[in-house]
């Protein structure tokens, strides 16, 4: 099946490491169809980003330790390494599974739902076992104790998780019935990656009033419709012709998911970093799944008209007729890059006429990119990072807030106003230094 190869040159090596791993650690392990579920385990550790929060940007793979942002206090990752004494060495694959599909820790004792297993509950036992395989045997141990979270007594209490888990995580049992022969249906399959071990709900999906995602799956309109995480918004991914996804072909999420650009747009914030550890490294038949099924997505609200280009505004910038100061910290500022036309330069500066990130109603990734500037993730397809510079020290609140409605009014986009309190509020939480004159 195409989803399991590997890629290569550095795959070569990685395949001989695991495969002396493998031998070392257990007895028979040379034997091939072990080798071959160890190599699945580690695609499929990839397709659900496990290293996005078990690697520490500074420490060693799969040795937890990163910080987790919750409302009560920051969660840290655990040492998921075949370490005996500080990792997962003494799981036996039940407490793996446990911990993955079910959110149950060894001692029995609710995980934080900072560990994505209402997403997990739908993946398939065999690539749960496959996932073991890998942890068990593919990766290297390393010795590190976990943190504990930095959350008081009495919120530290676990019990109340459990309660949660109740209420909000799915039964696996139940999920994984849909997910059974998903392999051939690039709809079903898309949906199992999605849904399950992509987790991209956890980021798309806005939550409810217990931080519950308010829905898990595509059936439901609250799916992949948008949420701010981590500063950006997590846009909108299902079919809507202004914010969502409608006017993409299927090609378009495949080179974005692939090489994190397309001819549109270009993935920042916390979707780099999915591309680049994640995405860029499946194949291209489960990218193909993925498009399928986000493609399949009714939109949120139905019968809006799709923006369409209007040339008013290239006009008004070309014989500077438009003097007002959103116009003119455009034609200073970004139009070198995103052209007076807006229409960008395809795969090197993203477009922001008839953009779908430009046209999501809530305008806090636009304005944390105005302000601390972006990069694009390097890909195996697409190494060059083009950036784009920070603007914090150089614009204002209100240069910021007027560019950006001038961005959204222009070319044919119509979203709504961005005012200088709404930039002076993602200023302060995106850490950007104080405009100029400060
Ligand atoms: C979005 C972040 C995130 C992702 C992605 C993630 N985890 Fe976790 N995981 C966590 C956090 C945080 C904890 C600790 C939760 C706690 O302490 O209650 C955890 C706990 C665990 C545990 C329990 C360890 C123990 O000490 O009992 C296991 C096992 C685990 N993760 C495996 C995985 C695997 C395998 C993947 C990929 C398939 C994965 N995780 C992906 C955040 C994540
Ligand atoms: C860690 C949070 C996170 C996860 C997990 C995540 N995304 Fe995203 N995604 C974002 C953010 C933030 C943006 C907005 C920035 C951007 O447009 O690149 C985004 C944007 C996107 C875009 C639009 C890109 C563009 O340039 O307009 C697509 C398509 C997308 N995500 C697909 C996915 C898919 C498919 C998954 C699951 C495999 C996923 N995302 C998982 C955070 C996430
Ligand atoms: C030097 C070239 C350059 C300049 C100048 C520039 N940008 Fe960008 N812009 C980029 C690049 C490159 C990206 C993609 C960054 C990424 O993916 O992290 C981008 C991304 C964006 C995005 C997100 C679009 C999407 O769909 O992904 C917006 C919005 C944006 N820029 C607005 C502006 C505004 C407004 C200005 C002027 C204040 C500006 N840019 C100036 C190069 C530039």
Redesign the pocket.
């Known amino acids: 099946m195409s989803y399991r190869t590997v890629h290569a040159p550095a795959s070569v090596l990685l395949l001989a490491a695991l495969a002396t791993s493998a031998a070392l650690a257990a007895p028979g392990a040379g034997d091939e169809a072990q080798a071959r579920q160890i190599r699945q385990g580690e695609y499929l550790a990839r397709a659900a980003d496990c290293a996005a929060c078990h690697s520490a940007p500074k420490g060693k793979p799969f040795a937890g330790g990163l910080p987790l942002a919750s409302p009560i206090g920051a969660i840290y990752s655990s040492n998921i390494t075949p370490d005996p004494d500080t990792g997962i060495g003494r799981y036996s694959l039940e407490d793996f599974d446990r911990a993955v599909r079910h959110g149950i820790g060894k001692d029995g004792s609710t995980l934080y739902p900072a560990m994505p297993y209402p997403s997990y509950a739908k993946v398939s036992p065999d690539d749960v076992q496959a996932l073991y395989a890998y942890f068990m045997h593919g990766v290297q141990p390393v010795s590190q104790p976990n943190r504990k979270p930095d959350i008081r007594w009495p919120l530290s209490m676990r019990w109340p998780l459990a309660a949660w888990r109740k209420l909000f995580a799915p039964t696996p049992v139940a999920a994984v019935k849909d997910a059974a022969a998903a392999d051939h249906d690039p709809i079903r399959r898309g949906r199992y990656l999605v849904e399950g071990l992509g987790h991209c709900g956890a980021c798309h999906t806005p939550r409810g009033f217990a931080l519950q995602e308010k829905a898990l799956g595509g059936d439901n309109r609250a799916f992949l419709s948008g949420a701010v995480v981590d500063g950006f918004l997590a846009k909108n991914l299902r079919s809507d012709a202004g914010d969502g996804l409608g006017r993409w072909s299927e090609a378009d999420i495949v080179a974005l998911l692939r090489s994190?650009?397309n001819d549109?747009?270009?993935?920042?914030g916390g979707m780099?970093d999915v591309v680049q550890h994640s995405t860029q490294h499946m194949t291209d038949a489960d990218l193909a799944a993925i498009a399928a099924y986000l493609k399949s997505l009714a939109p949120v609200r139905a019968g809006t008209q799709a923006p369409v280009y209007d040339g008013t505004a290239h006009e008004a910038l070309r014989t500077g007729t438009d003097r007002s100061n959103g116009a003119l910290?455009?034609l200073n500022?970004?139009a070198?890059?995103?052209r007076s036309s807006g229409k960008g330069y395809a795969q090197?500066?993203?477009?922001?006429a008839l953009?779908?990130?430009?046209h999501s109603a809530d305008p806090t990734?636009?304005i944390h990119?105005?302000l601390r500037g972006?990069?694009?993730p390097a890909t195996v397809s697409a190494p060059t990072r083009?950036?784009?510079?920070a603007?914090d020290e150089r614009?204002s609140d209100q240069d910021v807030a007027d560019?950006?409605t001038f961005?959204r009014a222009s070319w044919g986009n119509h979203a709504p106003a961005v005012s200088a309190s709404q930039v002076a509020k993602v200023r302060k939480a995106a850490d950007a230094a104080p405009g100029p004159g400060h």
């Open positions: 994190g650009r549109h747009s270009a993935a920042f780099a910290t455009y500022n970004c070198a890059c995103h090197t500066f993203p477009a922001l953009s779908s990130t430009v990734s636009l990119i105005v972006g990069a694009m083009f950036t784009m510079p603007f614009l560019v950006l961005v």
